[in-house]
Nanobody, 132 residues
């Protein structure tokens, strides 16, 4: 079900930063693992980063390690993806998804499911374009 809303995308120069937000309006995220995924034109979707219930575990794909940071603020019912040192190859539509999960569940498997309907909830996505 599409019940997540992403925001924060836009056009940024290489080396710049953006912070994406994933908010839930009809349910509380604190019992859900949340992931960020992206799909570039002509390419398959890929899992970017996923965070466990409670925030104790986080997974990052190799190409974003050291540049992206995922974190959650359950008081705001929102999960964020801070993206630094952006590269043109980061250009894509980014969407978030949420799965009900036990606390501290290791989330690498969640990031391997790259289609929205494979998850309990997902959003429509926000465009990120990295270009000079």
């Amino acid at each position: 079900q599409v019940q997540l809303v992403e925001s924060g995308g836009g056009l940024v120069q290489p080396g710049g930063s953006l912070r994406l937000s994933c908010a839930a309006s009809d349910f509380t995220l604190d019992s859900f693992a949340v992931g960020w995924f992206r799909q570039a034109p002509g390419k398959e979707a890929e899992g970017v980063s996923c965070i466990s219930v409670g925030g104790g575990f986080a997974y990052y794909r190799d190409s974003v390690k050291g540049r992206f940071n995922i974190y959650r603020d359950d008081r705001q019912n929102t999960v964020y993806l801070q993206m630094n040192s952006l590269k043109p190859e980061d250009t894509a539509v980014y969407f978030c998804a949420a799965d009900r999960a036990p606390p501290h569940d290791i989330v690498e498997a969640m990031c391997g499911a790259t289609s929205g309907p494979q998850h309990n909830h997902w959003g429509q996505g926000t465009q990120v374009t990295v270009s000079s």
